[in-house]
T-cell receptor
Framework: EAQVTQNPRYLITVTGKKLTVTCSQN?????MSWYRQDPGLGLRQIYY???????DKGDVPEGYKVSRKEKRNFPLILESPSPNQTSLYFC?????????????FGQGTRLTVV | GESVGLHLPTLSVQEGDNSIINCAYS??????FIWYKQESGKGPQFIID?????DKRQGQRVTVLLNKTVKHLSLQIAATQPGDSAVYFC??????????FGKGTLLTVNP
């Protein structure tokens, strides 16, 4: 089954404690991205990657890091989480091409930073 | 109830009625548009897409209309069912394949 898998689904952590949210896709997609979703603000892009070892900032990259060592994986790293990073996070992947570039989303990771 | 800070446009319809959800986009250079459905506790799911060289596309019970002159997108759902209750997002694709999402519309279907 084609899917994007995020882990964990729920996470409560304390300010300053480094954490990683994993994302993996099995569709051989080149493009992967991370979004955060907050009430009233919709989905905002944090980082994206167009291929292995190619990453770039989205609209709200501050406080986040990513890596793309393999095509299927795109982890999101919070080196020193703060309460304003409490949010619902989604990883997405899509093929690159002209005809069809819908994004497939994971189930989300609800992060609470206390 | 509504959460503090959450001001989603809402649409409430009766089961069996047709629904129309509207979206204004910002980038006249966007070449591809998608509608997503997000149910509570789940990630956004693809519904239908349309390229900028089209003005209408139909799927199963759904139709997307694109008006590039006024940068407006709409999603029509025929014979709305309770299972259609969700938040609906439009998204536009700009440079670097980046998708920019609208704030979403909450559709509630009353039995």
């Amino acid at each position: 089954e084609a899917q994007v898998t995020q882990n964990p689904r729920y996470l409560i952590t304390v300010t300053g404690k480094k954490l990683t949210v994993t994302c993996s896709q099995n569709m051989n997609h080149e493009y992967m991205s991370w979004y955060r979703q907050d009430p009233g603000l919709g989905l905002r892009q944090i980082y994206y990657s167009m291929n292995v070892e190619v990453t770039d900032k989205g609209d709200v990259p501050e406080g986040y890091k990513v890596s793309r060592k393999e095509k299927r994986n795109f982890p999101l790293i919070l080196e020193s989480p703060s309460p304003n990073q409490t949010s619902l996070y989604f990883c997405a992947s899509s093929p690159l091409g002209v005809q069809n570039t819908e994004a497939f989303f994971g189930q989300g990771t609800r992060l609470t930073v206390v | 109830g509504e959460s503090v800070g959450l001001h989603l446009p809402t649409l409430s319809v009766q089961e069996g009625d047709n629904s129309i959800i509207n979206c204004a986009y910002s980038n006249s250079a966007s070449d591809y548009f998608i509608w997503y459905k997000q149910e509570s506790g789940k990630g956004p799911q693809f519904i239908i897409d349309i390229r900028s060289n089209m003005d209408k596309r139909q799927g199963q019970r759904v139709t997307v209309l694109l008006n590039k002159t006024v940068k407006h997108l709409s999603l029509q759902i025929a014979a709305t069912q309770p299972g259609d209750s969700a938040v609906y997002f439009c998204a536009e694709r700009g440079s670097n394949y980046k998708l920019t999402f609208g704030k979403g519309t909450l559709l509630t279907v009353n039995p």
